[in-house]
């Protein structure tokens, strides 16, 4: 298996640019994560899914954030408009029960 | 609230010296205990958990770690380091409540001095 794969590796945006980050998850795991990490704020765990179905978003910003999972393998993260505060790694990780999470090599979102 | 405390921010060592990394968690439920390493430019990697049974669990890399309960501890420990060590390490908990919303501490990056 690959592992998760996310995409871009690097986003360049402006402010006010709706962004799209993407997952694929590791087969047959059935837990999705979506974290942000800066320097200020460490890791923050921002929604996470189990079997497609968002359990907890607490850690969503403000509306201008929302996660997809459409099917049992890949997911979207969306800013829409973003603003350079938003500027992040961005990771998701998926997991199979309670075995630990493995994480993708993140996005590097600069918003401008 | 349920929280994650790495106590310390850095920790320099010199290669081949033993090392801790200490982790405390509070949680009025029952946890399972990650710890995770991250190399620069790279997302994180688990190096090992406890999720039942003995407390003192290994992992990769030569790390080792042991759960203490009444201390509500989970320190990471290796004998001797390697330069290649070098990384940010973060402990991670997941609260035994039927979910899987995984916690991380705040990261201790330990830096291996030649």
């Known amino acids: 298996d690959a592992g998760v794969i996310q995409s871009p590796r690097h986003e360049v945006t402006e402010m006010g640019q709706e962004v799209t980050l993407r997952c694929k ?72 029960s309670r075995d630990g999470l493995f994480f993708g090599s993140g996005t590097q979102l600069s918003v401008l | 609230a349920q929280s994650v405390t790495q106590l310390d921010s850095q920790v320099p060592v ?60 989970f320190h990471l420990r290796k004998p001797s380091v390697h330069i290649s060590d070098t990384a940010e390490y973060f402990c991670a908990v997941i609260l035994n409540t039927g979910g899987f919303k995984t916690i991380f501490g705040a990261g201790t990056r330990l830096f291996v001095k030649a």
């Open chain 2, 14 to 73: 010199f290669e081949e010296a033993p090392v801790e990394l200490r982790c405390n968690y509070s949680s009025s439920v029952s946890v399972y205990l990650f710890w995770y390493v991250q190399y620069p430019n790279q997302g994180l990697q688990l190096l090992l958990k406890y999720l039942s049974g003995s407390t003192l669990v290994k992992g990769i890399n030569g790390f080792e770690a042991e759960f203490n309960k009444s201390q509500t501890s």
């Open chain 1, 25 to 96: 998850l590791i087969s047959g795991h059935n837990s999705l994560f979506w974290y942000r990490q800066t320097m200020m704020r460490g890791l923050e765990l921002l929604i996470y899914f189990n079997n497609n179905v968002p359990i907890d978003d607490s850690g969503m910003p403000e509306d201008r954030f929302s996660a997809k999972m459409p099917n049992a393998s890949f997911s979207t993260l969306k800013i829409q408009p973003s603003e350079p505060r938003d500027s992040a790694v961005y990771f998701c990780a998926s997991s199979f």
